[in-house]
C-alpha cells in the first residue's frame, strides 16, 4: 500500500467497498432467491428476487463505503490542511492558550508572533488553531478596533500569521480536539502549548507517554522562552 503523501491522502476514507463485502452480499442474495425459488416453486420469481436482493446490498455496501471528510478537512476554512506533506516538521500552535499566556503576564499578542516567526525561520511548518472567539478576545483586549468585522486578516496582522497557516475552529467546539488530531497525523511535529490535554489522554495515548509532543512557553528574566527547544538568538520581549 502507498504511504500516504499528504494529510488528506491520510484521512480519505474508502470510496467503495471490499471483495469480501460485495461476496458475501451476493452469497446471501443467492440464498434468498434459493429459498424464495424453493417456496413459490417458480425460479424466474427466484431469480429476480436474487437479483433485487443483490442491488440492494450493492448500495448499501457502496453508501456505507462512500467516503466522508474527516473533520480536519471538513472544518478548514482556508483549505490548506488538505496539502500538508506528512512528512515536513510542523508547530502546530495552541493559538487561544498562548495570546492568553501573553496576555497574562502583560505582552499581549508579542509571544505567539514572536514564537511563529523565529520556528517558521527554523523551518517549521506553522498550523495555529485558535477557538472560534478570538476575535472576541482580540477586541477585549484592544488588539483590533470594536466595529471592525471579523476576518482572517486581523489574525494574520496580530500574529504576523499567512493564511495558510491559521485554523478557527468551529463555534461551540475546543481548538484543542483539532490540535491533538492533527499531532496524531504529523509523525514530525510538536504543539507549541501550556495545555497538557488530559482530558484526551483516553482517546490519544502519545498524551500520556513523554513530553515530545508539547513544547511549553515561559517567560525568564524578560526572555521568551520554548521548553525543550534552543533558538539561534534570545528572543526579548
Known amino acids: 500500500m502507498e504511504t500516504p503523501v499528504t494529510l488528506g491522502d491520510k484521512l480519505a476514507n474508502r470510496q467503495n467497498g471490499s471483495l469480501a463485502e460485495y461476496a458475501l452480499g451476493f452469497l446471501i442474495s443467492a440464498i434468498i432467491g434459493f429459498l424464495f425459488w424453493w417456496a413459490s ?72 508572533k514572536a514564537l511563529v516567526q523565529n520556528l517558521r525561520a527554523d523551518g ?66 510538536f504543539a507549541v502549548t501550556n495545555d497538557r490535554f488530559r482530558d484526551y489522554a483516553a482517546d490519544y495515548d502519545f498524551l500520556l507517554k513523554d513530553n515530545d509532543w508539547r513544547k511549553g512557553v515561559r517567560i525568564e528574566r524578560g526572555k521568551l522562552l520554548l521548553n525543550q527547544y534552543s533558538f539561534k538568538e534570545p528572543l526579548p520581549l
Open 41 to 112: 416453486h417458480n425460479p424466474v420469481w427466484g431469480i429476480a428476487v436474487m437479483a433485487f436482493c443483490t442491488l440492494v446490498f450493492v448500495i448499501a455496501i457502496f453508501a456505507n463505503g462512500k467516503k466522508t471528510e474527516h473533520f480536519l478537512i471538513h472544518a478548514d476554512q482556508q483549505g490548506f490542511m488538505n496539502s500538508l506533506i506528512v512528512a515536513d516538521k510542523t508547530a502546530i500552535f495552541d493559538g487561544s492558550n498562548i495570546y492568553h499566556f501573553g496576555l497574562e503576564h502583560g505582552a499581549g499578542a508579542r509571544p505567539l
Open 124 to 189: 517549521y511548518r506553522i498550523v495555529c488553531f485558535f477557538d472560534a472567539n478570538i476575535y472576541f478576545t482580540l477586541r477585549e483586549n484592544g488588539d483590533f478596533l470594536r466595529g471592525e468585522p471579523f476576518w482572517i486578516r486581523i489574525l494574520q496582522a496580530v500574529f504576523d500569521l499567512k493564511a495558510t497557516e491559521i485554523y478557527v475552529v468551529p463555534s461551540g467546539i475546543q481548538a484543542d480536539r483539532f490540535i491533538v488530531e492533527t499531532l496524531s497525523h504529523l509523525p514530525v511535529s
